[in-house]
T-cell receptor, first 116, second 113 residues
Framework: DTEVTQTPKHLVMGMTNKKSLKCEQH?????MYWYKQKAKKPPELMFV???????INESVPSRFSPECPNSSLLNLHLHALQPEDSALYLC???????????????FGPGTRLTVL | EDKVVQSPLSLVVHEGDTVTLNCSYE??????LLWYKQEKKAPTFLFML????IEKKSGRLSSILDKKELFSILNITATQTGDSAVYLC?????????????FGTGTSLTVIP
């Protein structure tokens, strides 16, 4: 099973709503990532979790709040978003973070978020 | 400043043509370079390159890395309409906490029948 799943596939929310994006993998990967991708642009890294701990936060606004409850699950909690936050949100995982192992990222299908 | 630059930005070819996509990088603590194909949804993995001069091949696609000149190329021979996509290059750099990935802007390939 080399699959990363994401729910929901599409989400429309108002600027005052609170919602969450979910990402799951059962490949035993210990690094998980959130990316944001705008149309015709490459993915931009938002957060990296290594062994369920937040290891990288790329100066993302606090209205995005990541959570990694266990090694298989990664959430992104959304609150008071702006219309410019509308994008495709991609989750990815890779085998193992660390200095001695090269690894490959596997991407989920993404959640298409629209903020009204 | 770390950066990954891809060229050309877009390319239109006819079926059967051969194309070469370029990726150059300036990234500290380089670990590996990855190529992805992105159609309408998530990027799908093509190749990971860590050593210079060793060609990776999968069907009509092949890729090679030059760590001295800091670039990689992706070749697609006998192109088909199904090859139409955005091809993304990403570079992984080593941090104490794990890998960090930088993506290039992508090359949009359109293959005309």
């Amino acid at each position: 099973d080399t699959e990363v799943t994401q729910t929901p596939k599409h989400l429309v929310m108002g600027m005052t709503n609170k919602k969450s994006l979910k990402c799951e993998q059962h490949m035993g990967h210990r690094a998980m990532y959130w990316y944001k991708q705008k149309a015709k642009k490459p993915p931009e890294l938002m957060f990296v979790y290594s062994y369920e701990k937040l290891s990288i936060n790329e100066s993302v606004p606090s209205r995005f709040s990541p959570e990694c409850p266990n090694s298989s699950l990664l959430n992104l909690h959304l609150h008071a978003l702006q219309p410019e936050d509308s994008a495709l949100y991609l989750c990815a995982s890779s085998i193992r973070p660390g200095l001695t192992h090269t690894d490959t990222q596997y991407f989920g299908p993404g959640t298409r978020l629209t903020v009204l | 400043e770390d950066k990954v630059v891809q060229s050309p930005l877009s390319l239109v070819v006819h079926e059967g043509d051969t194309v070469t996509l370029n990726c150059s990088y300036e990234v500290t603590n380089f670990r590996s370079l990855l190529w992805y194909k992105q159609e309408k949804k998530a990027p799908t993995f093509l190749f990971m390159l860590t050593s210079s001069g060793i060609e990776k091949k999968s069907g009509r696609l092949s890729s090679i890395l030059d760590k001295k000149e800091l670039f990689s190329i992706l070749n697609i021979t006998a192109t088909q309409t199904g090859d139409s996509a955005v091809y993304l290059c990403a570079v992984a750099r080593i941090l104490n906490t794990g890998n960090q990935f930088y993506f290039g802007t992508g090359t949009s390939l359109t293959v005309i029948p």
